[in-house]
């Protein structure tokens, strides 16, 4: 069972930058594949970053490209998302998760709470 809590969100003036981070607990996530994930009041969830077990691999949504940084320090179980020039778009709960395998492949297993990110216009 692996335990995933976010941090970091908060509301923010658009242009502004916020990091958040996910930490594992209950087991180490070292060796799979992770996701940063949003959901907007009224819409579908979308992938936003992924990051390969090593962190040598990484991959965005179009949307979040040349803003939004994913990372990981496998030492701390922990996830990391950067975001710069944020939108009002952006605005969003956003939850880590965990996928079975090294690299980002079919669903997450384990999924965070999420936490909500606003950014006013």
């Known amino acids: 069972q692996v335990h995933l809590v976010e941090s970091g969100g908060g509301l923010v003036q658009a242009g502004g930058s916020l990091r958040l981070s996910c930490a594992a607990s209950?087991?180490?996530?070292?060796?799979?594949?992770m996701g940063w994930f949003r959901q907007a009041p009224g819409k579908e969830r979308e992938r936003v970053a992924a990051?390969?077990?090593?962190?040598?691999?990484?991959s965005y949504a179009d949307s979040a490209k040349g803003r939004f940084t994913i990372s990981r320090d496998n030492a701390k179980n922990t996830v990391y998302l950067q975001m710069n020039s944020l939108k009002p778009e952006d605005t969003a709960v956003y939850s880590c998760?965990?996928?079975?395998?090294?690299?980002?492949?079919?669903?997450?297993?384990?999924w965070g709470q999420g936490t909500q990110v606003t950014v006013s216009s």
């Open positions: 998760a965990v996928y079975s395998f090294g690299v980002v492949l079919g669903t997450p297993s384990y």
């Open positions: 209950g087991r180490t996530v070292s060796s799979y594949a």
């Open positions: 990051i390969n077990w090593s962190g040598g691999s990484t």
